[in-house]
């Protein structure tokens, strides 16, 4: 079997993790395979990593296989699917298909962010086919929470394979398209070899509602609010914008964005046709000359982003928009896991100014992009996989969809992590190699590991301080002035209220007098003397080693 050709699947992120989505499909003999990518996303950093802008998949192995990778083709223009493209793309310089909301996306973002990634994009959208490689792929529309999602059919000699990417099934969307039913049976009764589906809701019972209900939700909001009315939601869902448009004109109020990333995606989605039939939004400065009752923003900041609209108008630091007493902010979205605590610092600094919070506790004001147990399911039922790899979620996820596939029958459910190299055809499917993977981080205008970024040691400042000693010494090694101690980040005064930086000058001196001039003449071995000593001495008299930077000069 070592030289037969062979169909494999390597996913490099999203798969033990929701984010940072890019999977690998190769096909040829072990020794000489072609791939595509499909999906280039990121991930966004947590409090552990201080300064850090993004977190991009670690594409080493993609790097030496650069001249057999045919094309990449993106699925969706959400950033854990296509966020990465501008900081990767170059190293690959391959084809790119995307649709063309995503087309859009990617080169208004580009503008934004000042990239010099200028990457051609091959227009792709459902019902097209297109050869890439040794694979023929199929675009098959789905219903999500963002234009123009598609699940990819990717046919090889060896058996088909349906990539589902973010899908749900929602029979009376905001805007379409509705998943293809039609079209998943039809390749049912084709053969799917393996179905790769996205495991995000698999915790969750039934069916998620329709957005329809949602924008019935949003429309009673505005229309029995008393005051403002404000919804923060992702900027990417253009069905929710649109949704909470035409009920703001219902209730004969106008309506203002608030947030860059907002006002970007309105912009490609009208360039495209998706905006038509809507009035048109007013200016910001327009803003204090409406009534308090017939107006409607929508803004950013819905996961508790400190620089969004939102976190702004709670810390009432907005120029030309503030809130006040009796209106009404709106989360029509959900919590992404590890931005609760930013979440409710914003609502609590709204409620201190009197404003009302609705959240989809309170009523139904948000639905998930992904598919329920039951819409999984289904999905099985019409494509009848030989195959189901869970992908898209975390461990926990990835396990419940596997125990969901097997109760509905699927015999193979390979257990599957990035950096697994999963043979699908020939023979049983198996996890045969491991292919390098990670994290890499994206800090400003560089990209790097953590030490290359310099993020361990800003884990460590972040916990203990710095303190930068200078030290002149003369011809003979005797201190020529006073050393310089300077502390950042450390206590003032210790617990006997003495001075920190004259605890830690008098340890400085004591070390160096410590030293036989005859000794001081190994300048590395005095700079590393002095430096224990300083810790010692901050340790003593404040329980933590600080970072400690040593210049010793000899004049």
Same mark, same amino acid.
């Given at each position: 079997? @070592?030289?037969?050709?062979?169909?494999? %699947?390597?996913?490099?992120?999203?798969?033990?993790?929701?984010?940072?989505?890019? @999977?690998?499909?190769?096909?040829g003999t072990p020794e000489k395979r072609q791939w595509i990518i499909v999906d280039c996303g990121v991930t966004f950093p947590g409090p552990d990593l201080p300064g850090v802008d993004l977190v991009l998949p670690d594409i080493r192995y993609l790097a030496k296989q650069r001249a057999n990778v045919k094309g990449m083709i993106i699925t969706h223009a959400h950033e854990d699917h296509y966020g990465a493209m501008n900081d990767l793309w170059p190293g690959l310089n391959v084809p790119v298909y995307a649709s063309p909301f995503t087309a859009g996306m990617l080169e208004a973002k580009r503008a934004y962010e000042g990239s010099r990634a200028q990457i051609p994009i091959n227009i792709f959208k459902a019902g097209d086919r297109i050869n890439v490689g040794p694979f023929e792929i199929e675009a098959v529309g789905v219903n999500h929470s963002i234009p123009e999602p598609m699940s990819l059919v990717i046919r090889t000699p060896l058996g088909n394979v349906v990539h589902t990417g973010d899908w749900k099934i929602d029979h009376a969307p905001s805007l379409g398209p509705l998943t293809d039913e039609a079209r998943f049976r039809k390749l049912g009764e084709e053969g799917v070899l393996a179905l790769m589906c996205d495991s995000t809701n698999s915790m969750r019972e039934g069916v998620s509602p329709s957005e329809e209900e949602v924008s019935e939700g949003l429309r009673k909001i505005i229309e029995a609010a008393e005051g403002r009315v404000a919804i923060t939601t992702f900027s990417s869902n253009v069905g929710r914008i649109r949704s909470v448009a035409q009920a703001a004109e219902a209730a004969g109020r106008e309506v203002l964005l608030l947030g860059s990333s907002l006002k970007r995606?309105?912009?490609?989605?009208?360039?495209?046709?998706?905006?038509?039939?809507?009035?048109? $939004?007013? @200016? !910001?400065?327009?803003?204090?000359? /409406?009534p308090r009752d017939k107006v409607v923003v929508i803004l950013t900041g819905s996961q508790g982003e400190p620089r969004a609209a939102?976190?702004? /108008?709670?810390?009432?630091?907005?120029?030309?928009?503030? $809130?006040?007493?009796?209106?009404? =902010?709106? $989360?029509?979205?959900?919590?992404?896991?590890?931005? !609760?605590?930013?979440? /409710?610092?914003i609502k609590n600094g709204l409620i201190e100014q009197g404003i009302k919070i609705v959240t989809d506790s309170d009523a139904l004001v948000h639905v998930s992009g992904h598919p329920r147990r039951s819409e999984l399911l289904q999905m099985y039922e019409?494509?009848?996989?030989?195959i189901l790899v869970p992908v898209h979620g975390e461990a926990a996820h990835l396990m419940a969809q596997a125990e969901l596939g097997a109760s509905a029958g699927i015999k193979t459910i390979p257990k599957v992590r990035n950096g697994d190299i999963l043979r699908l055809a020939p023979g049983h499917a198996e996890v045969v190699g491991q292919a390098p993977h990670g994290r890499i981080f994206k800090d400003g205008k560089l990209i790097g590991d953590l030490d290359e970024m310099g993020v361990s040691d800003r884990r460590k400042l972040?916990? =203990?301080?710095?303190? *930068? /000693?200078?030290?002149?010494?003369? *011809?003979?090694?005797? %201190?020529?002035?006073?050393?310089?101690v300077v502390c950042f980040g450390l206590p003032e005064f210790d617990i006997e209220g003495e001075d920190m930086e004259d605890t830690l000058y008098d340890s400085v001196l004591n070390a160096v007098e410590s030293i036989p001039r005859a000794r001081r003449k190994d300048l590395?071995?005095?700079?590393? @003397?002095?430096?224990?000593a300083v810790r010692s001495a901050a340790n003593e008299a404040w329980g933590k080693k600080p970072i400690v930077t040593v210049f010793v000069t000899r004049l």
């Open positions: 079997m @070592a030289n037969q050709e062979e169909l494999v %699947f390597l996913p490099l992120g999203g798969v033990g993790e929701i984010g940072m989505n890019l @999977a690998l499909y190769g096909y995606v309105a912009a490609v989605a009208r360039d495209i046709g998706l905006m038509e039939g809507l009035q048109p $939004f007013i @200016a !910001e400065d327009e803003f204090g000359y /409406i939102l976190a702004k /108008i709670a810390r009432d630091e907005m120029r030309n928009v503030a $809130f006040a007493a009796g209106d009404t =902010v709106v $989360f029509s979205s959900r919590t992404i896991p590890g931005n !609760e605590k930013a979440i /409710i610092e019409w494509t009848r996989p030989q972040s916990y =203990v301080g710095h303190v *930068s /000693i200078n030290v002149l010494l003369d *011809s003979k090694y005797d %201190f020529m002035s006073d050393p310089d590395d071995m005095l700079r590393e @003397a002095i430096r224990r």
